[in-house]
C-alpha cells in the first residue's frame, strides 16, 4: 500500500498558469521533503519541513512555494510556472532521526505548454 | 559544501556480468542509503549503511561502508534485465535533516 501519494501523477499547465502539486502521507512522519528531478538526474531539494517548520534552499526560486495545512499533507505551489520548470517533483518523508530513509512518493511529471 | 561523487554515471552491461558502483566523499556521514528508481517512478529504499565497515547483502546486491564513513559501494553479482534502473547513493549526518545525494548512476543491462 502507498504510504506516499502524490496526486496527479502528470499535470500538464500552461505557460505561466499557477500550478498545485500534492502529497500526502500515512506514515505520520514530522519531516516532508519537495525535490524536483530532471532527465535521470538526481533529485534537487527545494524545501522541506520539520513538523511546521519551513525550511527553504537559498537556491530555491521565489516562483516555488508550499504549504503544510497538516502533518499528513504537504502542497508545491508553482506560481507562474515557465518551460524550465517542466520536470519530475518528488515528494518524501522521514521519521525522526536522522539516519532515517526517507520514503518517496512517485512523483507528478509536470509538462509546460 | 558536502559532495557525494558518485561513478560511473553511465553503465550499459549483459546479463550476467557483474558490476560495482562507487560513492565517495570527503565528508563523513552519519549512514548513507542506496535508493532505485526505475521509469515513472520515486526512488525506493535498498538499504542504509551505518557502523563504518557494514556490509549488507540483498540477494544479490552486496552495499558496503567504508571503514572511514566517507565512501560506500554497490556491487550487483550476475545482473538481470530487472536491475535496471537509476541508482542513487544518499548521505546524512546527525542531527540534520537533509540527504545529500549522488548524481546517480543509470544501469542498463540488456538480456
Known amino acids: 500500500d502507498a504510504m506516499v501519494i502524490q496526486n496527479p501523477r502528470y499535470q500538464v499547465t500552461q505557460f505561466g498558469k499557477p500550478v498545485t502539486l500534492s502529497c500526502s502521507q500515512t506514515?505520520?512522519?514530522?519531516?516532508m521533503y519537495w525535490y524536483q528531478q530532471k532527465s535521470s538526474q538526481a533529485p534537487k531539494l527545494l524545501f522541506h519541513?520539520?513538523?511546521?517548520?519551513?525550511?527553504n534552499e537559498a537556491d530555491t526560486p521565489d516562483n516555488f512555494q508550499s504549504r503544510r495545512p497538516n502533518t499528513s499533507f504537504c502542497f508545491l505551489d508553482i506560481r507562474s510556472p515557465g518551460l524550465g520548470d517542466a520536470a519530475m517533483y518528488l515528494c518524501?518523508?522521514?521519521?525522526?532521526?536522522?539516519?532515517?530513509?526517507?520514503?518517496f512518493g512517485d512523483g507528478t511529471r509536470l509538462s509546460i505548454l | 559544501t558536502q559532495l557525494l561523487e558518485q561513478s560511473p554515471q553511465f553503465l550499459s552491461i549483459q546479463e550476467g556480468e557483474n558490476l560495482t558502483v562507487y560513492c565517495n566523499s570527503s565528508s563523513v556521514f552519519s549512514s548513507l542509503q542506496w535508493y532505485r528508481q526505475e521509469p515513472g517512478e520515486g526512488p525506493v529504499l535498498l538499504v542504509t549503511v551505518v557502523t563504518g565497515g557494514e556490509v549488507k547483502k540483498l540477494k544479490r546486491l552486496t552495499f558496503q561502508f567504508g571503514d572511514a564513513r566517507k565512501d560506500s559501494s554497490l556491487h550487483i553479482t550476475a545482473a538481470q534485465p530487472g536491475d535496471t534502473g537509476l541508482y542513487l547513493c544518499a548521505g546524512a549526518r546527525t542531527g540534520g535533516f537533509k540527504t545529500i545525494f549522488g548524481a546517480g548512476t543509470r544501469l542498463f543491462v540488456k538480456a
Open positions: 519541513y520539520y513538523d511546521k517548520d519551513f525550511n
Open positions: 518524501a518523508t522521514r521519521g525522526q532521526g536522522s539516519n532515517q530513509p526517507q520514503h
Open positions: 506514515l505520520n512522519h514530522n519531516v
